[in-house]
């Protein structure tokens, strides 16, 4: 077993002692569940230094075998069990999960009686989300999913805010409904590869290859389906299936308008939390798209790459207008979220190198800040007792720190240069402009706009006369420094220095394209 | 030498990093003195690299490295130096030198004295690496972050409120800009696969720039524009100069260097950098040209009758700088650098004068002043002479490069142009020494504040009187005396001469140019001067409508707020109404349907978390287990 199972599989232990183990104090329930994702981290952190640069194909393969099904499909085994593997696609997806989980561990405050459950679900939504972004077959994927689902769940609904119930369920529902759009997609994807929906015309050796042979495999299905997926598919079934499994991304990663979930969910969610949901879990439909929508269909992505990258531009302005309306820093952080992964659409739609690396800087940069900003406001609100903008003001006298790194991830967020969000943004539309230049002149008034919300918020939250109520408010202690220290670091090395993530993806964004030919 | 520019951005930035790391409780005399010594270390080298560019005309570069690789193509970060960028180095860490020694007697006392000077390292580190840049993603990069620093400073007296707002209206009327200029840069990039000036300008003169949905000519005239849209953000150009009278609720010396000599000119290196673009394109030159003549007699108008002194200041400022693009507008590249070259020192030199009587005073309201010549004479004589130079009279810097100017539109057949520049340089010449008057003339009209009133420290006479020497004397640079030193020096990048026209010397035309500035000056002296003929007053009734257009600024902010920042919120209270109450609206719907399907199951919500757990455990088993059937069924 490799280093990769490890890392899903350590946060799963944590959970596991924290469970069973009894009569630990809370501060040893507090380590252990940080101990799983600290393990995970690190373990993460030696498969990049080990990162073989030149291939783009998955490394570090681990397989569980689980049991086999036997003559399933025209003679041939199908072996189910969980295998997990790292490509330039997962690693940097993988090293912010593992980064973020543990930072929303140490976020976490103290809660009487309640320790043990909350680092118990925040490690088993680590070990599902990391799962996500590792699995190497649909089963070990499909199963992940489920994990990190009903672990946020709890998460929401226990430790969240007055009306927490609705959005938990708010959040079950429509992430549930996105899980069955994949499963049926993913299943309908495998079974087609073998050969299922029929076959239209044979290769040029008059062989139908790799029909007959039904997988789970990740890189085999890909395979199968780049070599001629014009071959194993009837058009509309396939696009039937491309269909299916966009409208569970848009679902899944809270596009208009099917995203009302994510702000109703960050509202009435603690701060760890929303760092989880909102720096990890909103990442998973754009990897899904990514790994399954141009990995197996691109030519779907190509024919339905208006629509695609209309959608995004929806996506960025409606988010970015709404959150200019928002009187809640975590409903406004939540539409700025949506507006940011708008442009992970225009980036996919794209189908080109910029286009695609922009879009996984984009979801790496999204979950920093997101994560930044979550724990920032959730850091004035354990002070001011609000995160409602118009309740706020003058906070840069009372707490310079908290109001300075504020600003720092509020400018990350507008795509200042020298941030993480800039390098996303450029080659995001770098992409867009190559391939749709008309959408994507409307989609840089998003640019204008993300300086208009989050300025508006800065303007009423940190600048302005120092309110009486607030005066004598201590700004960050030590233990806050931490999320914060980190998590600004990393936007600014990726800021100053992209190559430390993008020479991990530049191979594998190639493989994708090539495979669209 | 050139080799070492590098070294002219990092003296500021190690300057910031250290006042970083002593952190908010730095004493002030630390503080300032490492930042003016390294700063004028700086001033040192970017001297030398002048000089041994001037010497060795065949440069070398640009000094590249990797940086990020986007598909096949690899982007570089690095310096390079160029005639009109070595100029600007000297340029603008001199005047960066002297501001921030003049900063360490205007910002004495002030609680956050060491972020100030944070922000002013940051900002110097910015603006050099800015110019600096050999690549249009570089510029942009600085570009962003010389805005950010203006942004941070226009706001540093954060707690009032309209300084809060004036930072933020600052960064957003810029942005505005800059997505023009970041769209143009892209387009650039996808037609030449670079991001480099050469690699760009070359291939738009082979005319090799294009993309599939616009031809090549039409691809130049876009971009061109789109990167003018930028300058004209940064460069507070008609229509987007809004945000510099307002930028004014920064700390004066922050006016000095930002938003006076350094950070708004960069709209107009930028389009000299860019200048062989520009020269392909007739419409893009014209529209610059327009666009600057259009802002330099605006600006002009309005600076007439502000009471403010900073605004006038400011406003003088934008149309200036409308000057400059006007010039390059219209062919004359070497003068609108060079005119950018004298206004840096004059006005840097205003409004250090103006800071220094703000200092003395504690006023903006030129009405509460007057008769401060007799207890700040240097200020006086030194305002005096950024005064002169400003209305171009002779010889002061700004004759010779506005009278080039001038001259250059009226010879290229621009006559309206020529017309507007003629009429500003009238208002220019009133509305200064209107100044002047108001100021240090008179009687005080606040005897408290007067009585108070006092010449600051050396740190703040020395700037003084350097800008002042700069003042009178820098115009001598490109004059027949010197054989137009800067028109050669700056023409050595283009072998050919192609970069521009020059104009020969039209006494005619400089006469007129000097008795224009004279009458402004005499009517000033009518209006405010000792011996008053004409009351300003009953001018502001008589002529009260246009009164009312220049003092409120020709409502253009009223008009912007209604048409811009009004539409944008109601179209956010509108997407917001549309969110709660029909998207989430329907989504309700949905679920009450369901619910109400649903009432007869509603005793299995026990509220439990073990029932929930198993339930959704159950789930994922019965997921698996249908996976497993659909497959094969072996279950």
Redesign the interface.
Known sequence: MGIVFWIVLAPVIAAALLAVVPGIKPNAQRTLGLLGSAVSLVLALIAWGRFQYGTSGFQEISRVHWFT?P???QQSD?S?GLSFGLDGLSLPLVLLAAFISLLAGLAAPAREGRTRLFHLWLALATAGVLGVFTAMDL?TF??AL??SL?SA??LI??FGEAGSRKAAF?FL?YRGLASVLF?AAL?GLA?GAAGGFGTTQPDTQGVIQGAGT?TFDISALMDTLHKASEAYFIPHVRSVLFLVLLLGVLIEEAF??F??WL??THEHSDPATNMLIGGVLTKTGAYALLRFGVGFLPGEVRHWGVLIAVLGVINIL?GA??A???KDWRRLIAFGSISHMGLVLLGVAAL???GL?GAMFMMVSSGLLTALLFFLTGAIQARTRTTLIPALG?L??PM?MLSGFLLVAA?GSLG???TSG??SE??A??GG??TY?GIS?VG??G???S??YL??A??RT?????KQVYTGLADATPREYVPTVVLTALVLIIGV???VI??LF?LSV?ALLRIGG | MVEYAWLVPLLPLVAYVFLLVLG?RAPEGIVAGVSVVLTFIAFLVSALVFRSVGQNPDLTGPYVF???????KSLTVGFEVTHLNALMLVVVSLVSTLVLLFSKGYMHGDDRFPVFYQYLNLFVFSMLALVISPNL?QL???W??VG?CSYLLV?FW????E???A??KS??VT??G??GL??GI??L??ASGSFDYSTIFTAAAAGKLS?G?ISGSGLVTLAAILIFVGAVGKSAQFPLHVWLPDAMEGPTPVSALIHAATMVAAGVYLVARCYPLFQLSPAALSTVAWIGGITALLAALIALTQRDIKRVIAYSTISQLGYMMMALGVGAYAYGVFHLMTHAFFKALLFLAAGSVIHAVDTQDLFEMGGLYRKMKLTAWTFLAGALALAGIVPFAGFWSKDDILAAALESGHTVLYAFGLIAAFCTAFYIFRVYFLTFTGEPRDPERYEHAHEGSWVMTLPLVVLAVLATIGGFFNTPWSGYGLERYLFADSPQGSIGVTTPENVGLMALSVVVGLLGIGLAALMYGRRRRIEPEKLARGASFLYQLSYRKFYLDEIYYFVVVAT??A???V??FV?RYI??GI?RLV?WVVGLVGTGLRYTQTGQ?QA??AV??F??LI??AW??W?????L
Request: charged share 10%; glycine share 8%.
């Open positions: 099904l003559a399933v499909w199908l189910i089963f499909l199963l489920e994990l009903f769940f709890f609904l226990q708010k529902l499963l299943v079974y039904l208009v308008p995203h009302t702000p109703t409606y207008f709404a200019w309306a928002q080109n190198p910029a690396q003058g840069s006298k310079p400018l200042l240069p020298l800039f390098i450029i080659q539309f770098i402009f190559g230049p002149f840089v008034i640019i204008i706009l300086a208009v300025l508006y800065m303007e940190t600048f302005g006369p120092a220095y992209p190559g993008g020479n530049g190639q | 908010r990797h940086w990020l690789t986007v598909g096949s993603l942009y990069i600085f962003e972050m950010l706001g954060y707690f009032k409120p300084a809060a707002l930072a933020k960064f957003i942005r505005i800059d997505v970041f769209v892209i387009l990039f996808l993309l949905w944008g919120k179209i956010a209270a997407v917001d969110d998207i989430d989504v679920g978390v929930y757990t959704a455990a789930g994922v997921l698996v996976a497993m659909s497959i094969g069924g072996v």
